[in-house]
């Protein structure tokens, strides 16, 4: 019965280089949502994907981030060219098909560093 | 809109006292859910409790105990005689029953002086 699984933990990349974080959501679901959270601040979310579809990237910057949930594999935030306000911690989220809106289940999170 | 506001930023607090949490939070829709989590140094999300905007019962959980008010959309959480391993960041959010994101709260990081 495993969790959630964010890899890798912790990420160094120095400013304009590309950040690719991967998340492994719990077996069986197929719903993923991405949240960041800036140093002392709380979790924003950034996107929701299905498999294979972006659902709501409401609060997905505009430039440099994209995000995806292919039929085979993890969900991928990648951030391109980062700089230094990127660096944050990177939590996902998966929930289950039909599942109640709080049946999101969050892993341990991605700290990135930009250096 | 959906908000969440923990107005209290950072809480010390000697070992064996007791301390509330404060949120208060903002919706327009009828039914939602209000959420805690701990968020220890090692930063990963640890929930603690679960509250439904149709139940106002006060629950208890060993130390810890939530007081759900929605006159005063007020989801307050106390622990009472903190131990030095209660240091964390804690973390009121709430989420709608449509909707599909979680909004937090800035957090409050308690600290327990031994």
């Known amino acids: 019965n495993a969790g959630v699984m964010q890899n890798p933990r912790h990420l160094v990349r120095r400013r304009g280089q590309e950040a690719r974080l991967r998340c492994s959501p719990m077996?069986?679901?197929?719903?993923v949502y991405w949240y960041r959270q800036l140093p002392e601040e709380g979790l924003k979310f950034m996107v929701y994907?299905?498999?294979?579809?972006?659902?709501?990237e409401s609060g997905m910057p505009k430039e440099r981030f994209s995000a995806e949930f292919p039929k085979e594999g993890p969900s991928i935030l990648r951030i391109q060219q980062v700089v230094r306000g990127d660096s944050a911690a990177y939590f996902c989220?998966?929930?289950?098909?039909?599942?109640?809106?709080?049946?999101?289940?969050f892993g341990p999170g991605t700290r990135l560093t930009v250096t | 809109a959906q908000k969440v506001t923990q107005a209290q930023t950072e809480i010390s607090v000697v070992e064996k006292e007791d301390v509330t949490l404060d949120c208060v939070y903002e919706t327009r829709d009828t039914t939602y859910y209000l959420f805690w989590y701990k968020q220890p140094p090692s930063g990963e999300l640890v929930f603690l409790i679960r509250r439904n905007s149709f139940d106002e019962q006060n629950e208890i959980s060993g130390r810890y105990s939530w007081n759900f008010q929605k006159s005063t959309s007020s989801f307050n959480f106390t622990i009472t005689a903190s131990q030095v391993v209660d240091s964390a960041v804690y973390f009121c959010a709430l989420i709608s029953n449509t909707g599909n994101q979680f909004y937090f709260g800035t957090g409050t990081s308690l600290t327990v002086i031994p």
């Open positions: 077996k069986g679901h197929s719903h």
């Open positions: 994907l299905q498999k294979e579809n972006i659902i709501d």
């Open positions: 989220a998966s929930s289950l098909p039909g599942a109640l809106s709080y049946e999101q289940y």
